[in-house]
């Protein structure tokens, strides 16, 4: 079985690691930027299946990166994340092709919905 890979983009290294542990527990390939800058170079040597990408990043904004990210985005879904859940920021979002919103902090029960819903559609 293919094990999927995931990055998550987030200044946060508190949030980074929890991502490493869980998803690596869960059979996932995890990479991890803490920035645009280091998320590009992640892109430029392989396409992870989902990337969960963090609105507020110090070189940037995850909103403009998603709309960036389109040419990749069939193969590669995107999961924005922010600690300021504002209702324009999510319509915006989705405007732009995110597949979810998460609002920091969220719990382990909304992040399974979310891989379920990226990995496991049947199950929804």
């Not at 507020?56 to 040419?71: I, Y």
């Not at 915006?92 to 920091?104: M, P, V």
Request: proline content about 4%.
């Amino acid at each position: 079985m293919k094990k999927h890979m995931i990055l998550v983009v987030d200044d946060e290294q508190e949030i980074r690691n929890m991502f490493f542990r869980y998803l690596s527990k869960k059979g996932y390939l995890v990479h991890l930027a803490g920035s645009l800058e280091e998320e590009r170079k992640i892109l430029e040597l392989t396409t992870p299946d989902l990337i969960f990408l963090d609105i507020n990043l110090p070189d940037g904004n995850g909103l403009e990166e998603l709309v960036r990210l389109k040419p990749i985005r069939m193969a590669c879904k995107v999961v924005l994340m922010s600690a300021f859940d504002q209702i324009e920021e999510r319509k915006q979002a989705f405007e732009s092709g995110a597949i979810d919103f998460l609002s920091k902090p969220f719990s382990l029960l909304r992040l399974n919905q979310v891989l379920d819903s990226r990995f496991n559609p049947s199950t929804n």
